[in-house]
């Protein structure tokens, strides 16, 4: 009898291991399904992300300054070199511009920027104290550079140069004072697309000679993005339904 209980005892015991070990094996293999399905999960959304990037990426446009707003900056900057050879005693100064055909646009801008800088704009010999400033502009240009991307799906881009060049005549008491040539530049990168909108069409020497998109371009990117979306779409399914 003794006997018998203790090979029951056993039996029990032997029951109750097996039944732990089948538990075990069903905690961990709903664990490594789980580990698997969230891994797999995780490998789906970065293939369609990395795609997604490829696709669309992301582009940021920066405001820039039309043409001509760049070129009032470099009369600006040429306005306050030419006043540093002006006695600054003198408060009035009779002003002589010479715009070529096209220019006249920077006569008022130069007048102001005089008048910020405390002068007494003259435009009549009104005094023979005042000193006299020729002030004359020969150039104003923009070109743009061959066009550019960041990244294989990136807007194009241009490099933007602003040029303009002129002289200057500083005389007083009838006498030439000073002479000199000024040459200010600036330069940036502006998106192809706004191009047009940066431009004015009724002011020549704001317009440039716009580069040509590469005709290479135009037709491989539909190509390269539609194969694209299909990788991703294939990538999802295949490795969600594993």
Request: aromatic share 14%; with cysteine.
């Amino acid at each position: 009898m003794a006997e018998k209980l203790k090979a029951g005892g056993s039996d029990i015991i032997m029951s109750l291991g097996n039944f732990n070990r089948r538990r075990m094996k069903v905690q961990l293999s709903n664990f490594n399904f789980f580990w698997i399905f969230s891994v797999k999960r995780l490998m789906a959304l970065t293939a369609l992300c990395f795609c997604f990037c490829l696709i669309a990426p992301l582009q940021v446009f920066p405001q820039n300054l039309t043409n001509l707003e760049v070129f009032y900056k470099l009369s600006d900057s040429s306005v306050v070199n030419v006043l540093k050879v002006v006695p600054k005693e003198s408060n009035e100064i009779y002003l002589r511009l010479d715009l070529p055909e096209g220019y006249s646009v920077f006569r008022n801008k130069i007048v102001q920027d005089l008048r910020l800088q405390g002068k007494t704009v003259l435009f009549a010999k009104d005094s023979l104290l005042a000193p006299s400033l020729d002030f004359s502009i020969d150039r104003a240009k923009v070109s743009y550079s061959e066009l550019f991307r960041h990244g294989f799906f990136g807007s194009y881009k241009a490099e933007r140069t602003v040029t303009l060049n002129g002289n200057f005549v500083l005389a007083s008491g009838g006498m030439v004072k000073k002479t000199d040539n000024f040459s200010f530049q600036a330069k940036d990168t502006v998106n192809y697309d706004e191009i047009r909108n940066i431009e004015d069409f009724s002011i020549p020497f704001t317009r440039g000679d716009i580069p040509s998109e590469p005709v290479f371009s135009t037709l491989w990117e539909p190509v390269v993005a539609l194969g694209t979306a299909a990788v991703a779409v294939y990538l999802f399914f295949t490795i969600r339904s594993k």
